[in-house]
């Protein structure tokens, strides 16, 4: 079962991606998004030993 903790971390990150997806792309700067993400993650999993 999830927590409300956890319901409201997830909603609050849904809500950032949102924003920032359509502010960037606003602004025509969606590839970089996409790019930054992916390339955190790889980075996160490597820290985390994963993958």
């Given at each position: 079962m999830i927590t409300h903790l956890e319901l409201?971390?997830?909603i609050f990150a849904g809500f950032a991606?949102?924003?920032s997806?359509?502010?960037t792309s606003a602004g025509?700067?969606?590839q970089d998004?996409?790019?930054i993400t992916?390339?955190?993650d790889a980075a996160a999993r490597k820290?985390?030993?994963v993958g």
């Open positions: 409201g971390v997830s991606f949102l924003i997806f359509f502010i025509g700067g969606f998004l996409v790019k992916l390339d955190n820290r985390n030993g």
